[in-house]
């Protein structure tokens, strides 16, 4: 089975000195970015969308609205979106397109043009593919076990 999801990671991308409304002095901060990421077998893999800044107060944990000056503007987080749904899409079929036959090497390249990197595609598919492997000579093409012929050229497979 693929593991997939989502999941938020907070980075801290500066710190200094605020006055701390809650401590009511100049505190030290630390200035803090949320982002939501797709995961794969639990590892951030691809950044989806920016959830927000904000300054975390080292002294009393409080976290505020990072000031207008703090703010750096996102991504174009509406195509990183579509692009994990595409993504998540190919994940749930792979099992479903090794059975039907599809090579290996076709649904790495998929998964790898989707926006995984290529190990973690390659990963992914082998592992999918379970054991065995049949070898299209004439394209060199990998498949599972129990394919029988090439589809990119017919020919049967060894
Ligand atoms: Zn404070
Ligand atoms: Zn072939």
């Not at 002294?59 to 174009?76: D, Q």
């Not at 926006?115 to 060199?140: F, H, I, K, P, W």
Request: proline fraction near 3%.
């Amino acid at each position: 089975m693929i593991i997939f999801g989502t999941r938020v990671r907070q980075k801290t991308i500066g710190e200094g000195e605020f006055y701390c409304p809650h401590c009511q002095s100049m505190c030290g901060y630390e200035h803090k970015s949320a982002r939501q990421f797709f995961t794969l077998y639990f590892i951030p893999v691809i950044p989806i969308k920016q959830l927000g800044e904000f300054i975390m107060c080292e002294n009393c944990g409080g976290t505020f609205k990072a000031e207008a000056r703090f703010l750096r503007s996102s991504p174009a987080a509406s195509g990183q979106q579509n692009r994990t749904e595409d993504l998540a899409a190919l994940l749930n079929s792979v099992k479903a397109k090794l059975e039907k036959g599809v090579s290996i090497d076709y649904l790495v390249r998929d998964l790898t043009s989707a926006g995984l990197n290529y190990d973690m595609a390659r990963q992914t598919v082998e592992n999918a593919a379970g054991e065995g492997r049949r070898v299209c000579e004439a394209c060199g093409l990998t498949y599972t076990a129990t394919a029988s012929t090439c589809t990119e050229c017919g020919g049967r497979l060894q």
